[in-house]
């Protein structure tokens, strides 16, 4: 027994090590399990947050300088081509907005309260992102007391980016599609193809050796092409219908040749994110 | 000792600083840090310690390194990760391997670079292997070394260098007894 306990030094790795893991293991369960992480951590979240948006608003300041010089460079050749396409998106505007009313007054006399269309968005500023190569997260100024709960999607101002993992009362956690969790991108998708036709599935993987989001286990016999459009399905009952992801980038087998896999560039740029909104179905 | 010293408001300010940019740098510059399919991490905080310690080797002991790697963990593993009891444990284990090497080498410039990239690839080796056994990630170690570790040394060496002489002057001149 002596024996045993003169190396202590042993025993306390051991159990450093079992500690260690333990915690790990424990949190990443509790994470997946609990809406909101316990509240000591919430609050010291909090205070670290507060305290991380003294130090961010400067950079964030000086970032968004340099950008904006940066797009002085290029703002001659830029305006030539936006302004072709302000002349139009005044007629879709319009349109779009007539046809918006039109839906309303329909489901009014439906009497259909709330379809998976309808929700509503914060907006939220981007204060920090985790510096680790494992974990595709942002951190963003707007938490509990602003509506925001786990799972809502994350979208950039061109499309879905991700969702709420894990919520503080004033600021909270987004994984990004990019991140290499599992978990992280089961977004259930479909795909409008240029025939009319819909294939309906779920985001499975990520490639990151060319950025492009995996849609496995197709077996619909649709003709899918290049460019076809790929928006939230709005299954599942978290996320509204008609997210815009991404555009379809190529066709191919799975594994054993008998479905497909569809790989999906998407319509964000996870890398450049610095406002963000989360929609909340109505 | 320490508690006459102004290092005992210098470091923690400077630690937390370190740890608010590390966060920054990786949002402002993620286009840059994380285009696929590297990704590189700056470890701001890490060279902040090390410096630290590797000072520490010609001054006297005056600062409770561990205990700070410690809270900075616990902060970085809650803010950070979302993930509890990683980095508590490893930027404590960082200290402790400075330590020891520091005490075989002479502290000149060579010496501690060498240090530092020891650190910063044992810090990133046990973070992966720990993560895989978790079950948080399931990358193969060629892409790990080649996509993460590559990248992150750069990263921090090219760090190291920039930082090197004014992190060692803020401890040469600090860290002494007040007169």
New interface residues.
Partial sequence: MQKFFSNRRLVLICV?LI??????????AL?NKKST?TLV?QF??DI??F??NV??YP??GI?SGLDSVSELMNSYSENKILKKQVSGLAQVKVRDQTLADENAQLKKELKLQKSLTDYSTVTAA??????????????ISKGQTDGIRKNMPVLSQSGLIGRI??VNKTNS?VELL?D???SSNRFAIQIKTSSGDVVNGIVTGYK????QLIMGQVTSDADIKKNDKVVTSGMGGVTPKGLYVGKVAKVGKDDYGLAKKIYITPAA?????SVVSVAEID | MYRLSRMRFIFPIGLLLCFFLDGSVSSVFSDFLFSYPYSTVSHLVVLWMVLGVIQEGRNERVIPFTFFAVVIGIIFDSYYAGILGLFVFLFPIIIWVTRMLTKNFAANFLNSIMIFFIDIALLELLNYVAYSIVGVISVSFSDFVLHTLAPTLALNLVYFVILYLPISAIYDKYARLRS
């Fill in positions: 450093l500690l260690c893991f333990g915690l790990m293991a424990g949190s990443v994470r992480p951590q010291g979240n670290v947050g305290t991380n130090v961010s950079i964030n970032k981007v204060i920090s992102r985790t510096p680790s190569s494992w974990q595709s997260q942002i951190i993992s894990e956690k990019s290499s969790n599992d990151k050796s060319t950025g740029d996870y890398n450049d994110i």
